[in-house]
């Protein structure tokens, strides 16, 4: 039988009633938070391997999935799939790197032009960011 879910929008088990941390619409948002978050902690091994230390995660980056959830429309949809392609280049290049490390190869360059992917990747996205002051979601263009 196909039975939709029925907690869609209700607090998770565990969360105090009224602490509004599973309002609709934030249960998506936390899972992009999520991508982000992870996404970043496998850039880190990918920048270690490379040879440079990690970047420290700013309150821009940290803010990113909850600024794309404020903005909506078109620049959310567009956010998330841009982790979602993030997501597929990184994931094997750093399986790669890591098998590569583990036959005792240096992955520092491999690792490095990695690691120069996901930047330009993310910082395109990070320009998804609207202006301050503007929804985004009101926006046609």
Do not use: C, Y
């Not at 249960?27 to 440079?52: F, P, R």
């Amino acid at each position: 039988m196909n039975v939709p879910p029925t907690d869609l929008g209700t607090p998770n088990p565990g969360a105090l009633p009224g602490s509004g941390r599973a309002q609709f619409g934030q249960a998506a948002t936390s899972a992009l938070g999520m991508k982000w978050s992870a996404l970043h902690d496998a850039a880190a091994v990918v920048a270690t391997l490379s040879g440079i230390a990690p970047e420290p995660m700013t309150p821009p980056l940290r803010n990113f999935p909850a600024i794309m959830r404020d903005a909506g429309g078109w620049r959310r949809a567009m956010a998330e799939q841009g982790i979602e392609d993030i997501s597929a280049f990184m994931e094997p290049g750093i399986s790669a790197l890591l098998e590569v490390h583990a036959r005792g190869v240096n992955p520092a360059a491999p690792a490095l032009a990695l690691w120069q992917e996901f930047i330009a990747a993310r910082d395109a996205l990070l320009a998804l960011s609207p202006p301050p002051g503007d929804t985004g979601s009101m926006r046609s263009a």
